[in-house]
């Protein structure tokens, strides 16, 4: 079953921390064993759904990141992408 557009709309409103959170209690409840088969599977699909956002969420933040180049005084003196070489 897709999530439907209000799901998806509540996802992307989670913060990253909110959105590890539940994915975690997710994790410890199927890990424990006690949901029964169908809810398993809601919980898994929401579980996935959650990963994805922190995934998505990290990769942004990375973008932002960028290396700051200091000059002999130690003061920044420029900036580059993070992954710049």
Same mark, same amino acid.
């Given at each position: 079953?897709?999530?439907?557009? $209000?799901?998806?709309?509540?996802?992307?409103?989670?913060?990253?921390?909110?959105?590890?959170?539940?994915?975690?209690?997710?994790?410890?409840?199927?890990?424990?064993?006690?949901?029964?088969?169908?809810?398993?599977? $809601?919980?898994? $699909?929401?579980?996935?759904?959650?990963?994805?956002?922190? $995934?998505?969420?990290?990769?942004?933040?990375?973008?932002?990141?960028?290396?700051?180049?200091?000059?002999?005084?130690?003061?920044?003196?420029?900036?580059?992408?993070?992954?710049?070489?």
């Amino acid at each position: 079953m897709e999530p439907d557009t $209000t799901d998806t709309d509540r996802l992307a409103a989670l913060s990253f921390e909110d959105a590890l959170r539940e994915l975690e209690a997710i994790v410890r409840k199927l890990e424990s064993g006690d949901a029964p088969l169908e809810e398993s599977i $809601t919980l898994y $699909t929401r579980g996935e759904a959650l990963r994805a956002q922190c $995934t998505r969420r990290l990769a942004d933040a990375e973008a932002k990141i960028q290396k700051l180049t200091l000059n002999q005084a130690g003061d920044v003196s420029g900036a580059q992408p993070f992954d710049a070489g």
